[in-house]
């Protein structure tokens, strides 16, 4: 058993930290509230960090108003606060900020347990949640910040490898039952994963303009990648209703066998000539435009007589195998474009220096 120690593990520890140490240097009562704030507010990306922020900051006006107001008009039994509770939990779901729930009960429950010792406690205390919120927004602005595009890629590499792996035990039948529905089962966590992780990647923020243009190409790519990999796990589920053999002359399912082989290279290729460990000049070893198509109408002719259910079967493995080829295209036209691209800029950013 391991203990893995990520960088918003280490960072919620430095948060929580800080707002104690930034709470006793200012003099607050209750520096705990601060570093219990903070707990809240660390996100795994600067975008939603500030994010949280604002919502935490209008959830703790929103459940100290509430707070103050029962506590001024009904009191402060045990029934009253949890009745307080109740509404603020509602008041935060009509509101969609279900995410600051949490930090905005322990305002409620603070708030008016503070009440009985006087406003400028009960306001004290709503100081020191703010300034942990505060606090955890720039820890995380300053202590690693994230870096999602590097990670990124590294996964989706780890993934394609892992589809590379599965398609051709598909073909060859080498793996066991057991070992092959867990890898699948690692390939669809994996490709899980990647789509949150692109989510955060899109939501970064880039200021300069040039800088915008050049990250929604980078975004394009990215959600090229990931759309090659989703297509792929499509080929295998089709695999898996229609198993394919082994290479051998005049079969469909053997032809089929073929293809994949030279898509799963074809993938590989891609994935090297994003990284640039390709020799300039090499071309991607892609199948021939047509063959793809040839193979779909070899299915549909090959198949005919056949029992309609196994005829499906065959049409829907031919057609996972040309959404899976057009997609490994469209992502190679992409990957071009983008480094044409950025070749050009390149050369315009150094001739306005020389300039």
Known sequence: MTLTIGARVLKTGVA??????????????????????????????IYR??????????????????????????????????????????????LKMEESIGLA??????????????WMVALERLAALGTGVVTALAVNVAVAPPRHRPRFVRQVREAQELLARLLRAAVMHELRETVYRAERKRLQDAILKLEKNFQLLAEERVWRKRARARRARLLAVYRSMLA????????????????????????????AARQIEVLCGYHEYLMWKWEGKTRPGTSAAAPPEEAAAALVDFFSRTTEGQPPAERARLIALASALFAYEEQLRRLDRLMDRVRRRAGSDAASAKAEASG
């Open 105 to 118: 009960l322990v305002t409620v429950v603070v708030l008016m347990e503070s009440s009985d010792l006087g």
């Open 228 to 255: 090659a990999l989703e297509k792929g796990a499509a080929l295998l589920e089709a695999t898996d209703r229609h198993p394919v053999a082994a290479p051998s002359e005049g079969k469909p399912e053997s032809l």
């Open 16 to 45: 929580v930290a800080v707002a104690l140490w930034a709470g006793k240097l200012i003099g607050l009562e209750a520096p705990l509230l601060a570093g219990v704030a903070a707990i809240f507010t660390i996100q795994p990306s």
């Open 49 to 94: 960090s500030w994010l949280q922020v604002l919502e935490q900051l209008q959830s703790n006006v929103m459940g100290a108003a509430a707070a103050l107001a029962a506590a001024w008009l009904l009191g402060t039994s045990p029934v009253i606060v949890g009745l307080v509770c109740i509404l603020v939990i509602a008041l935060c779901i009509r």
